[in-house]
């Protein structure tokens, strides 16, 4: 199994910024792409950033040129970094990785859920 723990939300003003990060342990073979998500109350989960193992990324269209999306290989750990923050980005943010465990041979797909960090932006 593949577990993610997340890390580095909280409560900020507008304008301020935070740091979040996911670090994926457990029977990983290797690690394909990983993302963020949001939910807000009362609202779907949505697709915030995603990176691929080759560092090729993508953002909505609400966060680009605020939000940036990285990873560190070696840690199997995925950061997304919130400059700028708005109210409007308050939301539980969630972790998502797919890769490939190695659990039996051969290796098989897999996709894990972090258990979510909240993220409060006060005006």
């Known amino acids: 199994q593949v577990q993610l723990v997340e890390s580095g939300g909280g409560l900020v003003q507008a304008g301020g910024s935070l740091r979040l990060s996911c670090a994926a342990s457990?029977?990983?073979?290797?690690?394909?792409?990983m993302a963020w998500y949001r939910q807000a109350p009362g609202k779907q989960r949505e697709l915030v950033a995603g990176?691929?193992?080759?560092?090729?990324?993508n953002y909505a269209d609400s966060v680009k040129g605020r939000f940036t999306i990285s990873r560190d290989n070696a840690k199997n750990t995925v950061y997304l970094q919130m400059n700028s923050l708005k109210p409007e980005d308050t939301a539980v943010y969630y972790c998502?990785?797919?890769?490939?465990?190695?659990?039996?041979?051969?290796?098989?797909?897999?996709?894990?859920w972090g258990q979510g960090t909240q993220v409060t932006v006060s005006s």
């Open positions: 998502n990785v797919f890769g490939l465990d190695r659990l039996s041979p051969p290796p098989k797909p897999f996709e894990s």
């Open positions: 457990g029977s990983i073979f290797s690690i394909n792409a």
């Open positions: 990176i691929t193992s080759g560092g090729s990324t």
